[in-house]
């Protein structure tokens, strides 16, 4: 018996329209993120403390994931920033072309600093390109530090990690030295942010690295 291997790549599609979307951002000097994490890490919360350090130097508009509700997408919306909702209808994750369909349905002339908080998930979405300049991953203390070799195709593609909830790690047994073994042998140029949004620990350095990112894009727009 014959046995033909036939190798398709399936997110051909969205690698191309992701492409496009990519020179349209680059060409607007708009420096992109993609947010990831499982549901409860902490995404909606630590995005609302990005936009409080940063909304009156930097232009953002959030592009906000979800399922089927809009409340993360409201509570966004009250920081008085420019949000769109895409709801999936029980997809577990964004694509390419629903990033292109929500650029169209934004001010991105007035964009500097665009933020896709992505499904909560932390499987699917780490093999979409949504034309990012970074996957940036959110692991929460109360997730345990067994999550990078658990799901390790997230944090090998992520160019930073968020630890969330460092205020509650003296009630678990969350290791940051397993942590950082563990992270550091799937990915050893992950850059890595230790926050807690409740004591705003980490904030202004987090808040700090991507000011410089965006500064650093828009140059690149003008050089």
Do not use: W
Not at 57 to 85: C, F, P, W
Not at 205 to 214: G, R, S, T, V
């Amino acid at each position: 018996m014959k046995q033909i291997l036939v190798k398709k790549n399936i997110l051909g599609t969205n690698d191309e329209i992701a492409r496009r979307n990519r020179a349209l951002l680059r060409e607007k000097g708009i420096f992109t993120i993609n947010m990831i994490g499982s549901p409860g890490a902490g995404k909606t919360s630590v995005l609302e403390k990005i936009i409080k350090s940063l909304k009156n130097e930097i232009n953002m508009t959030v592009i906000e994931g979800d399922l089927y509700t809009t409340k993360d997408a409201d509570r966004i919306e009250s920081h008085g920033i420019q949000v769109l909702q895409v709801n999936t209808g029980g997809g577990c994750h964004l694509d390419a072309l629903m990033i292109q369909e929500s650029l169209n349905n934004i001010d991105i002339e007035d964009t500097n600093f665009l933020i896709i908080e992505n499904v909560g998930n932390l499987v699917c979405p780490a093999s979409y390109d949504l034309s990012e300049d970074m996957k940036v991953t959110v692991l929460s203390i109360t997730e345990g530090n067994d999550k990078p070799l658990k799901y390790p195709s997230m944090f090998q593609r992520s160019e930073v990690l968020i630890v969330n909830k460092m205020d509650l790690i003296e009630y678990t047994n969350f290791s940051m030295e397993e942590l950082y073994r563990d992270i550091k042998s799937l990915n050893e140029n992950i850059k890595v942010f230790e926050i807690s949004c409740t004591t705003e620990e980490g904030i202004k350095d987090l808040a700090d690295f991507f000011k410089e990112k965006i500064k650093e894009k828009g140059e690149m727009k003008n050089a």
